[in-house]
């Protein structure tokens, strides 16, 4: 069975850093691209950061260029965000998404 589980959300304050990570589980994650996404409260789900099979190829959205980045590795099943310079903008629920299968997400707060 299909699995995606992020971790590494909390509380941050602006200007500080957190690396997500997503592990997958149940399908052969190195022929897939994977990509984060995040919802705000009231707000739609949006694309933050998207990741070739091989992981030679990212996208940014243009709201987190400059100062997220996405990687993975495929021994390991694992995709991760890495994010700097957090502002409170940043505040939401992150998911990670493989084919068509979603993470539970993890919480990012960005507040002091």
């Known amino acids: 069975q299909v699995q995606l589980v992020e971790s590494g959300g909390g509380l941050v304050q602006p200007g500080g850093s957190l690396r997500l990570s997503c592990a997958a589980s149940?399908?052969?994650?190195?022929?897939?691209?994977m990509a984060w996404y995040r919802q705000a409260p009231g707000k739609e789900r949006e694309l933050v950061a998207t990741i070739t099979s091989a992981g030679g190829i990212t996208s940014y959205s243009d709201s987190v260029k400059g100062r997220f980045t996405i990687s993975r590795d495929n021994a390991k099943k694992l995709v991760y965000l890495q994010m700097n310079s957090l502002t409170p903008e940043d505040t939401a629920v992150y998911y990670c998404?493989?084919?068509?299968?979603w993470g539970p997400g993890t919480q990012v707060t960005v507040s002091s």
């Open positions: 998404k493989g084919s068509i299968h």
């Open positions: 149940g399908f052969t994650f190195r022929n897939y691209a």
